[in-house]
């Protein structure tokens, strides 16, 4: 199962809508530049990424805390960004933040205050994650990127799809859709350890999904694949996932969790769009011909 812990930077309330609603050109030098942060700044960018709403509301004390770093280490985040300290870079969130339904949390907290122990409660706290998570896709994922990636793999001779852990089922129903509507796939499954990158080829392309922490596996295949020249695309969580770091026209999804179990609501809705639109583009492209 793959899933970040509570503590150490984990996400207590995922972005409602990462890179859509909060100033872009933030999480752009964000992802452009956490894979070169010494390991507690890089800590302080993942929390950030994971929790925009909690810089909007929180100390520097307190995040820090939760992200497992000295105030200090996150004072000097701030400054590595372009600000002048955390207050400068707090406004930025807090601007957006007064039009903003309830996070979450506070949500869960509610439900679990009428007894979180029975199936029914249980079943109530992962409907209205998987409701939040469905109303987050529709701003976390940008109409740019999910256009450029539904034209990447419509043109793609073959499509490798490569998920693992807790994104599995995401790549396995990815391979059942794409198998009915005739398009040619792989799913990369590492069956008796063997793989399949061999098979990738300049006019295929990969989708790779996974999520924090991230599968080495799968950023081995995406890896392999982009230097064969194939085409990239990613179903990621946030703007530092390593998947960014290659150059994968990406298609943000976060989802919160129950507990340290997470849902996979907007992942699969995100997979089933993807698959309708990319059967419906190549049977366009077929037509034209």
Not at 43 to 70: I, M
Not at 106 to 114: F, W
Not at 128 to 141: A, D, F
Not at 183 to 203: C, K, S, W, Y
Request: a positive charge.
């Amino acid at each position: 199962m793959e899933y970040v812990k509570r503590n150490h930077g984990a996400p207590h309330v995922q972005p409602r809508q990462c890179r859509a609603r909060y100033d872009r050109r933030l999480f752009a030098r964000l992802a452009e530049r956490s894979s070169a942060f010494p390991k507690r700044l890089k800590q302080c960018a993942d929390f950030v990424a994971a929790n925009p709403d909690r810089v909007a509301v929180s100390t520097v004390a307190e995040l820090s805390a939760e992200a497992g770093v000295q105030p200090s280490a996150f004072m000097r985040f701030c400054q590595e960004l372009g600000f002048s300290g955390f207050s400068q870079m707090q406004r930025l969130f807090r601007s957006d933040y007064s039009r903003k339904w309830p996070d979450y949390a506070t949500r869960l907290d509610s439900l679990r205050g009428h007894g979180s122990d029975s199936p029914a409660a249980l079943l109530a706290e992962f409907v209205e994650v998987g409701r939040i998570s469905l109303e987050n896709l529709l701003t976390s994922v940008e109409t740019e990127a999910l256009n450029d990636a539904v034209e990447m793999l419509a043109r793609a001779e073959t499509i490798h799809l490569a998920g693992f852990r807790r994104a599995f089922p995401v790549t396995s129903y990815l391979a059942y859709a794409f198998e009915k509507m005739g398009i040619p796939a792989v799913l990369h499954t590492g069956t008796a350890g063997l793989g399949l990158e061999h098979t990738i080829r300049a006019d295929d392309a990969v989708l790779a999904v996974t999520f924090a922490p991230y599968t080495e596996r799968t950023l081995e295949i995406a890896e392999a694949g982009k230097a064969r020249g194939a085409g990239l695309v990613a179903i990621t969580d946030y703007v530092t996932s390593p998947l960014v770091q290659l150059g994968a026209t990406t298609l943000h999804v976060a989802e919160p969790d129950v507990g340290a179990f997470r849902a996979l609501s907007g992942s699969l809705s995100l997979a089933i769009s993807l698959a309708v639109s990319v059967g419906a583009a190549r049977e366009s492209r077929k037509n034209r011909k």
